[in-house]
């Protein structure tokens, strides 16, 4: 089991930035490539970010590609125990939603799932709120 605890949410202006982090732990018996996906109120579950376990593929929503940068930190041997985030410039009032990290195990060191179907360890989720 991995666990997953988002931080970081908050309530900004557009044009501003925050910059979400997703904590792992728990035992890890394979490696996880991590994405990010947001849920705004009425509308489906989207994935915004992914990053694949070895940290050498990257994939962007195109609604955020050149303002969001995904990140892991690889201080850990474990690529389940680092730690994933978020950096968001140029915040939009679209951008609100509630942002959820995500975890799926993979072999593959360039996976990067956009699916949420196959990720199995999400976290509890942050808010972001973006006004105009």
């Known amino acids: 089991q991995v666990q997953l605890v988002e931080s970081g949410g908050g309530l900004v202006q557009a044009g501003g930035s925050l910059r979400l982090s997703c904590a792992a732990s728990g035992r890890a018996d394979s490696h996880y490539s991590e994405g990010w996906f947001r849920q705004a109120p009425g509308k489906e579950r989207e994935i915004v970010a992914g990053i694949s376990w070895s940290g050498t593929r990257l994939y962007y929503a195109d609604s955020v590609k050149g303002r969001f940068t995904i990140s892991r930190d690889n201080a850990s041997r474990d690529s389940a125990k680092n730690t994933v985030y978020l950096q968001m410039n140029s915040l939009k009032p679209e951008d609100t939603a509630v942002y959820f990290c995500?975890?799926?195990?993979?072999?593959?060191?360039?996976?990067?799932?956009?699916?949420?179907?196959?990720?199995?360890?999400w976290g509890q989720g942050t808010q972001v709120t973006v006004s105009s």
């Open positions: 995500a975890a799926a195990a993979d072999r593959d060191p360039w996976a990067v799932p956009v699916d949420g179907g196959k990720y199995e360890f």
